[in-house]
């Protein structure tokens, strides 16, 4: 099923259930070799993963305190499925995978994906967003199943701000989490910071410091305005220049390193520093033109933009016989019909899912 751009989570809803049958990809897909390209040309590689949309904290930009929506437990993806989904998305040509969620840490097996992921013929990287709270406890298990990188979420550097920024999250357990993937060897260690006016802005600084004597880059990302946050990221967002000029107040000029192919941080280094700045300007600077990356919800639908709600459903075709080849050629269709970029600029805003749903 592919959502138009102009539907709603609403009308989804009182849209005919779904069979058991699903719509074959246009025998055209089945006809194409070599990597999947949508129809900018741009090769699409890059698959995140949500594994569940589960979450045990509720960060003020991404989830609701109360109320949040779960899919039911049968509409999930089986670990079969999604490795199904990881092999037919190897036929063609994604090599990259990133776990996300939710809490990935929270999916069952999660040592088992790994493992399984890593062992896919084509797949050269798995890393994983996290936001740390289990990782002293499972980061050696996650290396040694085949896990290469991790991005670990921290807001601030307060335990007391963190808690109430994560609506109860022990910054204690997360800094341990952030040491245990130190210990194991995940490198480079990125830091993800969202930068929210009036909660996080003044610690900018304090952030950017970890980098003087840890070779870690920090990630300021402004807030998108994802389903059930809109109105906070309107009212929120804290532009690029405006943290960058922040950061030079305190350390001098910041060093441009670099823009990287479609990583979308650019890159900076504080006067001294052994690390790195990234910066995410989703929504003052978009990066759609490099854009690379292709989502999977946890409930089986490829998500084909971030801040759209087109989707396309694989968990029909899973559970309605389809071959690895009718898989194959529907992860092209996908790629085919990833549009250009978001529509923030002309007032379309997404308001099918929520940023736990979609992993970032
Ligand atoms: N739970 C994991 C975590 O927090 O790292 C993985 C999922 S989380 C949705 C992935 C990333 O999205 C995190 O770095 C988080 O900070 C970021 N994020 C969540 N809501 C956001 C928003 N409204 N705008 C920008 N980034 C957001
Ligand atoms: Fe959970 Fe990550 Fe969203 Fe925070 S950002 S509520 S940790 S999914």
Redesign the pocket.
């Known amino acids: 099923m592919i959502i138009p751009l102009n539907q709603t989570r609403a009308d989804v809803a009182t849209a005919p259930a779904p069979t058991a049958t699903y719509i074959p990809a246009p025998a055209e897909f089945y006809r194409q070799r070599g990597p999947a390209r949508d129809s900018f040309q741009r090769h699409i590689n890059y698959l995140r993963i ?1 594994l569940t949309d589960r ?1 045990n ?1 509720r ?1 003020l ?2 989830m609701p305190e109360h109320g949040a929506h779960f899919a039911p437990r049968d509409e999930l993806l089986t670990d079969a499925e999604l490795l199904r989904v990881v092999q037919a998305a190897a036929a063609v040509g994604f090599e990259k995978i990133r776990l ?5 840490t929270l999916r069952r097996n999660i040592i088992e994906i790994v493992r399984g992921i890593a062992a896919t013929p084509g797949i050269r990287e798995i890393s994983m ?4 709270l289990r990782l002293a406890d499972t980061a050696q298990q996650l290396k040694d199943a085949g896990l290469t990188r991790v ?3 921290i ?1 601030s550097l307060d335990p007391a701000k963190f808690r109430s920024m994560t609506r109860g999250g022990d910054f204690a357990r997360v800094w341990a989490g952030i040491e245990a993937a130190e210990r194991v060897g995940f490198r480079p260690m990125k830091l ?3 930068v929210v006016r009036g909660l996080n802005d003044d610690e900018v600084a304090d952030l950017a410091r970890l980098t003087l004597d840890q070779p870690w880059q920090l ?1 300021f ?6 389903a059930g ?1 809109g109105e906070l ?1 309107e009212q929120s967002v804290v532009p690029t220049t405006e943290i960058i000029a922040k950061l030079e107040q305190v350390y001098g000029p910041l060093e441009f390193v670099g823009w990287f192919g479609s990583d979308p941080a650019r890159t900076y280094r504080l006067p001294g520093g052994q690390g790195t700045l990234g910066f ?1 300007s ?1 929504i003052t600077e978009p990066f759609c033109s490099t854009c690379n990356r292709m989502r999977l919800t946890a409930d089986g639908k490829l998500h084909l933009c971030l801040l759209r709600d087109n989707e396309l459903d694989l968990r029909s075709a899973l559970r309605g016989g389809a071959s690895d080849d009718d898989l194959a050629a529907l992860m092209r269709q996908a790629v085919w019909l990833k549009p250009w970029g978001h529509g923030l600029p002309d007032g379309i805003k997404p308001t099918l899912r ?3 749903e ?3």
């Not at 967003?129 to 740390?132: E, M, P």
């Not at 990302?221 to 994802?226: A, V």
Request: contains cysteine; proline residues 5%; glycine residues 16%.
């Open positions: 949500s979450c904290f960060c930009y991404c996300t969620g939710g809490e990935p967003t996290t936001n740390g991005n670990i979420s807001d993800n910071a969202v990630r990302i402004e807030m998108m305005p994802l946050v990221a995410i989703s929520g940023m736990s979609l992993g970032g």
